[in-house]
């Protein structure tokens, strides 16, 4: 039995380089938006810098603050040594 005739198989298309989209193709910029959000990050930077300048004048109010803290605990501690030796002396029996 003869064999059938091979049939060859048809040439193979190379394929086509076709070219990456561009963002800008892929989502069109509406330039109404872009303006708006461009106003926003520019009021938002404001607030930041404003932000900014408070937080360093909170941390310059308790730097001072600090040292008043400090010496206010001293001045408590010498008072309350005063009035324990005073009333240690009113009391007969007490330390002296």
């Not at 001072?64 to 206010?72: A, D, K, L, Q």
């Amino acid at each position: 039995m003869p064999r059938p005739p091979r049939k060859t198989p048809p040439p193979r298309k190379r394929p086509v380089a076709t070219p990456e989209p561009t963002p800008a193709a892929v989502y069109p910029i509406d330039p109404i938006k872009f303006g708006r959000l461009q106003s926003e990050v520019e009021t938002m930077q404001e607030r930041l810098e404003k932000i900014d300048r408070t937080l360093e004048q909170l941390l310059e109010l308790a730097n001072r603050s600090r040292g008043g803290f400090w010496v206010g605990m001293g001045l408590v501690a010498t008072l309350a040594g005063i009035a324990t030796k005073v009333i240690g002396d009113m009391i007969p029996g007490g330390r002296s």
